[in-house]
């Protein structure tokens, strides 16, 4: 077992919460404004982050007309991967609370209350839905059997589905985690330091279609995914 205490979740809440929804963009022309809609259509007090990380297709432009009270851009001079946009994202929301939101149709913002309803009610300081993999690649679906194995071996968990991008949580507690990874090895990075910082992580199912065109994601990104979870398994929190 580690050397940790579970926390415990957080007190009710009755209060509205704000939720920002952090969304890293590289190269999504053809995806990026539906997908705004379809995360502003969900009734939720919302505020958008939105980081272009150096798109080269015609994305910062498209991006740009996007802006409003609600929605925030920020733009990478370059690409600094998936892992840089997402502590970028962190460091300029103002939310309660945080989410990841992946800038294509793989994920279905509609499923966020239900995952923010255990947070509100004080069952939960992190929330993270659960893919069905079945309409993924063998190899993808294998790869992430795998590194959520991993994670339970080393961290002493049962958890299902630690490579899922909507990962919520309170915004304080993403801001000390500290993040450090670039790329998509963040997704580890951040499980692991939830759970050496003695969070439980509550797991809800979602809605989930793997994306077969345009995927930036691939089986290479396994081996610095493995290597986050090895290295941040003595990790502890500075505040």
Known sequence: MLDIHLRPA???N??????SILIPVFNEVSTITALVERVRA???DQEIILVNDGSTDGTYG?????????LKVIHHKTNHGKGASIRTAIEAATGDMVVIQDADFEY????????LSPISKGQANVVYGVRSLES???IMRFGNWFITSATNMLYDRQLKDVETCYKMMRRDIAFSLDLECRR?????EITAKLLRA????????????ARRENKKLSPRDGFPTVCALWEYRNWKPKR
Request: without cysteine; aromatic residues 8%; charged residues 20%.
């Open 62 to 70: 498209v991006v740009n007309k996007l802006v409003s009270t609600r």
């Open 184 to 188: 998509f090895d963040v997704e580890a």
């Open 108 to 115: 279905d913002p509609r499923d966020l209350p239900r995952l």
């Open 10 to 12: 957080v007190s009710l």
């Open 198 to 209: 003695g969070y439980t992580i509550y797991e809800l199912p979602i809605s989930y279609t």
């Open 14 to 19: 009755t209060d509205p919460m704000t939720l």
């Open 42 to 44: 969900v009734p939720l």
């Open 136 to 138: 993924q690649k063998l």
